[in-house]
């Protein structure tokens, strides 16, 4: 008798088997329920939730105890946590796996936003190795059986690198991925992601996944990152902007059988139209509110209709619904048999920026170690408890 077995996972983390070795980046303002639903009905992967503040979490703020639910459909969960202070990621941490809100836990060590770094967060804080260490070492410690990985960049400029020390130690502390921007802080998300880095940090960390993110704006380039850098899996932020459907390229492009069934999409202007509403619908149903879902939306109008025959007076229009009539109304003036605009269509999208230097906390760039001065400024960090 021949003896049936399942075909291996394309990626592992800790226990979790995925069929495709992707996973959805946290973007703020982006990554919600409704989001993370519309990409997992195309595609196979992890699908990160937007960026909680751990302490936001921990004073139960109403904001981020709704951020923090997921829909039924949606496993395995993903929760992704922001924090400066070792204590309160240990009970934010503590909060996700006791009450049974997460079956993976993220760190953000990536984060680039002045608002983070010059308070000693995001991508400025693992230049303070003992802290980082305290950080990922507790936190890995209270998540227990649940995976955690963590999220960073190559460091804070050239001269400031860090991405290497940090992989080693979250190694060491045990998590069981790492991802890594290949950008550092001061580059925000400008030029071109250096995937050399990747390459570095996965000859480094051998025991755990090691994951790229950076400039993946269609699966070949996935493809392409995953075969020059070695790395195990790629993490997919602004090339799904206005685009969900790159998860299903990705699946069929890295994933397993199972993950790769679909067809391939033919994205006709009718396609983009239904991919736009359906999203709508997913908001509102999250937000529990038509107008605020319809308000929603409209920071995506520009993404999903990039390179299409959409006039200006009907993208003005789209971005200032109120209702899903209405927006009915305007998608069926489109010219929903229009085909797939090829390279207008494609390339970077959403915010990019200049190479500007970063802010942070006076005094941070004089020692690796966590003196009086750093310590103030992230005690003033953990005051701020706004949600996500």
């Not at 984060?111 to 802290?131: E, F, S």
């Amino acid at each position: 008798m021949t003896t049936m077995t399942a075909p291996a996972p394309a990626l592992r983390i800790g226990p979790l088997a995925l069929d495709a070795p992707v996973v959805l980046a946290p973007m703020a303002g982006i990554t919600n329920t409704a989001f993370r639903r519309l990409c997992r009905e195309y595609g196979a992967g992890l699908y990160v939730s937007e960026m909680i503040t751990s302490r936001a979490l921990v004073e139960r703020n109403a904001t981020t105890m709704r951020l923090i639910r997921h829909h039924e459909s949606e496993t395995p969960r993903s929760i992704q946590l922001y924090g400066v202070d070792p204590a309160t990621i240990d009970k934010a941490v503590a909060i996700l796996v006791q009450e049974d809100h997460a079956d993976h836990i993220d760190l953000n060590f990536g984060c680039p936003v002045p608002k983070v770094t010059r308070k000693g967060g995001g991508a400025a804080l693992p230049w303070k190795l003992g802290l980082f260490r305290d950080i990922v070492t507790r936190a890995v410690r209270a998540a227990g059986d649940i995976p955690l990985t963590v999220k960073m960049r190559k460091g804070i400029d050239a001269d400031h690198l860090t991405y290497l020390d940090a992989g080693r130690i979250a190694e060491d502390a045990g998590v069981a991925a790492v991802a890594l921007h290949a950008r550092t802080a001061s580059e925000f998300y400008s030029g071109q992601a250096d995937w050399s880095a990747i390459a570095k940090l996965k000859q480094t960390v051998t025991s755990v996944p090691v994951l790229g993110n950076g400039d993946i704006w269609a699966a070949d380039d996935a493809a392409r990152m995953m075969a020059e850098t070695g790395c195990d899996g790629v993490v997919v932020g602004r090339g799904c902007l206005g685009r969900p459907w790159l998860f299903g390229d990705l699946a069929r492009a890295l994933g397993g059988p199972e993950a790769a069934s679909g067809d391939p999409v033919d994205a006709t202007l009718g396609f983009v139209a239904r991919a736009f509403r359906r999203h709508t619908e997913l908001l509102v149903e999250f937000l529990d509110d038509e107008e605020r879902g319809c308000r929603d939306i409209r920071k995506h109008v520009a993404w999903y209709f990039k390179g299409y025959p959409v006039g200006g007076d009907v993208r003005a229009r789209l971005a200032t619904a109120s209702s899903l009539a209405e927006i009915d109304d305007l998608l069926a003036t489109l010219e929903l048999d229009a085909p797939y605009p090829g390279a207008a269509a494609e390339g970077q999208r959403g915010r990019a920026g200049t190479p500007k230097r970063p802010a942070l906390p006076d005094g941070w760039l004089d020692s690796r170690d966590l003196g009086f001065a750093a310590s103030c400024a992230l005690a003033e960090a953990e005051l701020d408890h706004s949600g996500g």
